[in-house]
């Protein structure tokens, strides 16, 4: 199974690609990057990007959303809210919009 998995720099996604490595093939996307498995690719984007999730969830079978903040957030705490309110709305329902519409069958929010 194709598998795409969000906040790939974060400890959850990790524990995620221990857990699934074997007998799956996994895109990781974050906005800063990581150093894939053998059987992953990293992809760099973010999930207010309507293109980013797009190109992301191309040829995927499942989505894997970790629902983990941005690695990097504004350090003004009103700034660095709404940063995490847009990824959590805006950015979820852009890759789930471009999940259904590029017919994936399984979406995981582990928010």
């Not at 007998?23 to 973010?46: C, K, T």
């Not at 990824?87 to 999940?99: E, P, Q, Y």
């Amino acid at each position: 199974m194709n598998v795409l998995i969000t906040g790939a720099a974060s400890a959850l996604a990790q524990a995620i690609v221990e857990d699934i490595n074997d007998g799956h093939r996994m895109r990781l996307m974050d906005s800063v990057p990581v150093d894939p498995p053998d059987n992953a690719e990293f992809f760099q984007g973010i999930l207010l990007e309507h293109d980013d999730c797009w190109k992301a969830v191309r040829g995927m079978d499942a989505v894997i959303i970790t629902g983990e903040p941005p690695s990097e957030l504004p350090e003004d705490e009103l700034m660095r809210d709404q940063a995490l309110l847009d990824v959590a709305t805006r950015g979820i329902h852009n890759l789930c919009k471009a999940a259904v519409e590029s017919n994936v069958k399984y979406i995981v929010y582990g928010g």
